[in-house]
């Protein structure tokens, strides 16, 4: 930890940033390792360039925070009227009144914010999002053993889950299922995202929402699912024919297949993540399909299950060993139904290489 504060601590300096203030959330578990859930009652930690921790936070939390010395701690209790107060004493402490103060505008709530500029009327706000971004797209080896565990966490959950498959049960009792394997093989409780089962017509939407339509013969079925360990994320989709599908369907499914095959072939150190979707776009483009890949190829996955680098055409981001991200390209046909094949991949010296390695080619289910 001292050393990702070391390195922010860089990034501030070059940034023009005195400090930055992060409210519950990944940016804030990476620098410290604590999890706070996000509440009404506003927790706020700040990070100076100069080296000193403080953190606005419930009485109740302080079992927290005990024993972090370098973390000073302002306290508030269960009368909104006494929070102010604790913000203007961190504030003060710090001698951040008239200081730059980075924030990240995808997590801090207003609700933090307004108490940010009230205790420090003269202080400015600037976005934090890339100093924050940057630190956190390159994955040591610890955070890479937490994502591979979080994969093989998701892939046994998934084994698990088919051999109760049989055709007739309902979007959502697969998806029951799904979560159900997912906690059992060792998930840690805050999932990803919900998993997505999606079936026949609703395969068509990349986004579909479980629904109470049975599953049936001749349907294309996507789940798209994941794990956590230690707050790292697993992401992955796979299709499956639900006894026999039409030849075209069974078509698209395998250029779905190919061009994840080209993405993760194509990814290595050095070329822009827009190669890696130009790479597995192609394939789809080559095969007719090219106007039903609706979506980017893939999305950078670490604590957060979107960041960067981020996989989409004209991205001239250069990838760096130690990056992690999803290639998922899929085709959708409304109406008719989809196929998607999303693996976690992070580069390596030589390439890029899957953490997932579930059979990849249309799957037959009865
Ligand atoms: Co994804």
């Known amino acids: 930890m001292n050393a990702r504060y070391r390195r922010l601590q860089v990034a501030l300096q070059r940034a023009r940033l005195q400090a930055i203030a992060l409210n519950p959330g990944p940016s804030l578990t990476y620098l410290t390792g604590l999890h706070f859930h996000l509440m009404e009652r506003p ?11 403080a953190v606005v936070l419930p009485r109740l939390e302080a079992p927290k925070v005990a024993g972090r010395d370098a973390l000073q701690p302002f306290f508030y209790g269960d009368d909104p009227s006494q929070w102010q107060a604790a913000f203007r004493e961190a504030i003060a402490a710090l001698g951040l009144e008239r200081a730059r103060i980075g924030v990240e505008p995808t997590r801090l709530r207003v609700l933090e914010l307004r108490y940010l500029e009230a205790a420090a009327p003269h202080a ?86 479980p629904t109470e339509r049975p599953i049936q013969r001749g349907d294309l079925l996507i789940i798209d699912w994941g794990a956590t360990w230690e707050g790292y994320f697993s992401d992955l989709t796979r299709t499956f024919a639900v006894g026999e599908v039409d030849e075209e369907l069974a078509r698209i499914a395998a250029v779905a297949a190919q061009a994840n095959a ?54 001239d981001e250069i990838l760096r060993p130690g990056m992690t991200f999803t290639v998922e390209p899929g085709i959708y046909l409304p109406g008719r139904g989809g196929a998607r094949v999303e693996d976690d991949v992070v580069i390596t010296a030589e390439g890029a290489r899957s953490l997932s390695d579930l059979p990849r080619a249309l799957r037959r289910l009865e």
Do not use: C, W
């Not at 927790?43 to 921790?53: H, K, L, N, R």
């Not at 400015?124 to 924050?132: D, K, T």
């Not at 088919?162 to 799904?178: H, I, K, N, S």
């Open 262 to 315: 080209a993405g993760r072939a194509a990814a290595r150190a050095g070329i822009s993540a827009g190669e890696v979707d130009a790479a597995a776009r192609s394939v789809i483009a080559a095969a007719g399909y090219g106007a039903y890949f609706t979506h980017r190829t893939g999305h950078g996955l670490g604590l957060d299950v979107h960041e960067r680098p981020f996989i989409f055409g004209g991205n």
């Open 43 to 53: 927790v706020v930690a700040f990070f100076t360039a100069e080296g000193q921790q």
């Open 124 to 209: 400015v706000f600037p976005s934090a999002e890339e100093v924050l971004a940057d630190l956190r797209v390159v994955k040591d080896a610890d955070e890479l053993a937490a994502m591979q565990r979080a994969v093989d966490i998701a892939q046994r959950a998934l084994e698990a889950a088919l051999a109760g498959f049989r055709a007739g049960m309902t979007e959502r009792e697969l998806a029951a299922e799904v979560v159900v394997q997912l906690l059992r093989h060792g998930s840690e409780p805050d999932l990803p995202f919900q998993p997505i089962v999606a079936a026949g017509p609703n395969a068509a939407n990349p986004h579909a929402v």
